[in-house]
């Protein structure tokens, strides 16, 4: 088996979910394992790109209003977050780096069940109560995961790996990089399936 | 055959570019006509959204350069731009406006070859005299379609075109219309075809 796929996703986007979905299909097909690995549009986009939350762009917003429910159609994935589908990531990220540092199958099981609850089953997971009681039905001790988010530890470890992403050139979610090349974007996953196929081009 | 599936692009985009040769196939599988639309991401992008320019924007700049190549290389088509890539879009924009009133069907021929010269074959697009010998070997006048962009006449039916794609809720370039449905980028051209093919979802 060659390199594991690297994935960056944000806990706050939708196409960054079937972006896990479908990446972990393909590698499957593949024989490729996943490195799943977090990063936050709030840095990479806000500050790094200078520009706006994507829902809040003229044009953009409302396009992301039918193009994302559409997509989850395509799929066959049911789209049902919480409110108006807006997500604080913090709680989330730094419980998935805190269990990544100890079990990173773990914390990938814990991505897609958190990510399940606020895009399909409209379980608002912006806190650390909300993300503490999916990983109970992981065997994670709620008491210790909402202490150790709140330790500089693991704040300070979400901070690197969102520089490391950052200085990996991934500044979208979701992000695919395997065999040196990035691919940005849901919808690129045909691309990623094709050049794992071909072994490039 | 029902309505023409409406395909938005900017001569300054190669994935514009990309969109309008991957649309004309799949459209005619399904024996659907193209109605090629010029917009301006200057407007779009820049005025209503209030975004950088993609190639100065920080991370997605560097990404487009890799990716950009990656796609036409993908699709077997030569990438071979003038110079960095950029293009000055207005002396085809409004070429293509002035000939679309007088004939749709020449002005998409003469969209195809403008940007055929443009990204394949090197030959910088930005100036009037080289969007007139295009048009030459089109049989349009040169004299006659370089006196007709510098019309208010053309200039205000232009405006008016980037207005209605606006209004539309266009922003990117490639973006493709069919029943109601608004797809952006060279990327969802596998969703136009499952839409086509399907009827929708």
């Given at each position: 088996?060659?390199?594991?796929?690297?994935?960056?996703?944000?806990?706050?986007?939708p196409?960054?979910?079937?972006?896990?979905?479908?990446?972990?299909?393909?590698?499957?097909?593949h024989?490729r394992?996943?490195?799943?690995?977090?990063?936050?549009?709030?840095?990479?986009v806000?500050k790094?790109?200078?520009?706006?939350?994507?829902?809040?762009t003229?044009?953009?917003?409302?396009?992301?209003?039918?193009?994302?429910?559409?997509?989850?159609?395509?799929?066959g994935?049911?789209?049902?977050?919480?409110?108006?589908g807006?997500?604080?990531?913090?709680?989330?990220?730094?419980?998935?780096?805190?269990?990544?540092g100890?079990?990173?199958?773990?914390?990938?099981r814990?991505?897609?069940a958190?990510g399940?609850a606020?895009?399909?089953?409209?379980?608002?997971?912006?806190?650390?109560?909300?993300?503490?009681?999916?990983?109970?039905?992981l065997?994670?001790?709620?008491?210790?995961?909402?202490?150790?988010?709140?330790?500089?530890?693991?704040?300070?470890?979400?901070?690197?790996?969102?520089?490391?992403?950052?200085?990996?050139?991934?500044?979208?979610?979701?992000?695919?990089?395997l065999?040196?090349?990035?691919?940005?974007?849901?919808?690129?996953?045909?691309?990623?399936?094709?050049?794992?196929?071909?072994?490039?081009?």
């Open positions: 088996m060659s390199e594991p796929i690297e994935y960056y996703f944000d806990f706050l986007s196409y960054g979910y079937l972006g896990g979905l479908g990446i972990e299909e393909i590698a499957a097909r024989n394992a996943v490195d799943w690995r977090v990063m936050l549009l709030g840095i990479s806000i790094v790109m200078g520009l706006k939350p994507l829902p809040e003229p044009l953009k917003g409302p396009y992301l209003r039918e193009d994302v429910p559409r997509f989850f159609r395509l799929l994935v049911p789209y049902n977050p919480p409110g108006g807006q997500m604080a990531p913090l709680p989330a990220a730094r419980s998935f780096t805190w269990l990544k100890r079990d990173p199958d773990l914390a990938k814990f991505a897609q958190v399940r606020h895009w399909c089953e409209g379980r608002d997971m912006s806190t650390p109560a909300a993300v503490a009681e999916i990983g109970a039905t065997d994670i001790d709620p008491a210790e995961l909402t202490a150790a988010i709140e330790t500089d530890d693991v704040k300070d470890a979400l901070k690197r790996h969102v520089q490391h992403s950052i200085d990996k050139g991934v500044f979208g979610a979701p992000t695919f990089i065999d040196g090349e990035l691919f940005w974007g849901a919808d690129r996953l045909y691309q990623v399936d094709r050049w794992l196929e071909t072994g490039g081009w």
